[in-house]
């Protein structure tokens, strides 16, 4: 008997019939002889809608709180519909919130970390022989505030779960059947991998590969939770993610990522005296805003120019702050561009080979484009490039690197939302 959390998001449960569909696949796991957890996201595009209802009611930003609470709600909806679907196909289900799971959490709204979870009831429930069906995305301060985790939280519930009940396997159900060299929908060529490492695979999360969250792969790594991607539409063999994985014969990039979410902030003519650049970074960081890629020329009559990239919701906030300190600071000068987009190479096999970076700078070349700024580790390196013609440079990049099958990804639906 293996002890197995099951996730399923958005597009997993998007209606009566895919419902059903998932309510089957649980309880054909749980007939295996497997004890079975199962975390839910809200079905289909009902957090979007809740989002979009605020804004038609509230002028602003609502308050953060009522958020939570109101967006609490989808997984709420997902997991009685499912605990009532597995029961009216002759299974035994319990649903629980994710503080009635014991799900603790900082009390930050919108993108609350996990402190604690005590699964005393999801331990009993099993006990009495339920599939035990728990909300994600949500939790509960010490205080008693509901509270959500933010992007990527269903997936983060999942593997915190596994770890805390010291489950045997993570199981990611998703709209693809694992996790593929790049983005299926860009490439329709796509390699799926049959096994990643976790570093490799929270540097693509990091980077904008979108089939799991970075948190939730920081989870499965720091606990040791093995974790494998397959769709919910098949029963198609998935991805395994592990600490060790062994990589294809040939294969020095496991895969290729992007992320549109960029935008780039220069600002020129910053003196050159020391602390000048400590000033516009902490500024930054005290308003919560991370920088990616930073860039500084070289001086010239006292003085450089520094770029760094920020998410694009971000850069309207980071102009606001640098402004506020330019006196201090003594720039000449503020800039932004939003028309951008970072590619990324991955690959634990990059360590040991040379001539990877100038394999990726020739093929971008080749299709006569320009590299804004560049950015490596051992196992990636990111370029920012213009984003009109992204789709050209990652199928240039993957036929590059060898990535390339004769067959056809499988894509089973539309994108999940968390």
């Not at 804004?55 to 602003?60: E, N």
């Not at 948190?215 to 991805?239: D, M």
């Not at 590619?343 to 006569?368: C, D, K, P, T």
Request: with cysteine; charged share 20%; aromatic share 4%.
């Amino acid at each position: 008997m293996a002890f197995i959390v099951m996730k399923f998001g958005g597009s997993s449960v998007g209606d009566a019939v895919r419902m059903k569909r998932v309510a089957n696949r649980v309880l054909e796991r749980q007939r295996e002889g497997n004890r079975c957890v199962v975390v839910v996201s809200a079905m289909g595009d009902t957090t979007d809608d809740l989002i979009d209802l605020s804004k038609q009611l509230v002028d602003g930003t609502p308050p953060a709180r009522e958020m939570d609470m109101l967006l609490s709600t989808g997984e709420q909806v997902s997991i009685a519909l499912l605990a009532m679907t597995i029961r009216g196909i002759g299974g035994q289900a319990v649903s629980y919130t994710g503080w009635q799971a014991g799900m603790y959490t900082e009390a930050v709204h919108g993108k609350a970390r996990i402190t604690d979870i005590q699964p005393k009831r999801v331990h009993d429930a099993l006990d009495q022989g339920n599939i035990v069906i728990v909300a994600g995305f949500q939790g509960m301060t010490e205080d008693g505030e509901i509270t959500t985790l933010g992007r990527g939280g269903s997936d983060t519930t999942a593997v915190a779960l596994a770890a805390a009940l010291k489950a045997d396997l993570c199981e990611i159900y998703t709209d693809v059947d694992g996790i593929y060299s790049t983005d299926p929908r860009v490439v329709k060529v796509a390699r799926k991998l049959k096994e990643i490492s976790y570093d490799e695979m929270l540097e693509l999360a990091n980077l904008g590969a979108a089939v799991l969250h970075p948190r939730a792969v920081e989870y499965a790594k720091h606990y040791q939770v093995p974790l494998v991607v397959r769709s919910s539409f098949t029963h198609n063999e998935g991805t395994t993610v592990k600490e060790e994985a062994v990589m294809e014969q040939g294969m020095v990039v496991s895969g290729i990522a992007y992320d549109k979410n960029v935008g780039r902030i220069s600002i020129l003519g910053v003196p050159e005296k020391p602390g000048q650049l400590a000033k516009v970074f902490t500024a930054l960081a005290k308003e919560q805003i991370n920088v990616d890629i930073i860039v500084q020329g070289g001086v010239m009559n006292g003085a450089a120019d520094t770029s760094f990239t920020v998410a694009l919701g971000d850069v309207e906030k980071a102009q606001q702050v640098l402004d506020s300190i330019k006196e201090e600071v003594g720039f000449r000068e503020l800039a932004s561009e939003s028309n951008l987009v970072k590619v990324s190479i991955v690959g634990a096999g990059m360590v040991s080979n040379s001539g990877v970076a100038a394999r990726m700078f020739e093929a971008i070349s080749a299709l006569g484009i320009s590299i804004n700024m560049v950015s490596t580790s051992e196992i990636k390196v990111s370029c920012v490039i213009d984003k009109s013609r992204l789709n050209e440079v990652v199928q240039a990049l993957h036929t590059a690197y060898g990535l390339d099958t004769s067959e056809q990804a499988f894509v089973g639906g539309p994108s999940e939302r968390r």
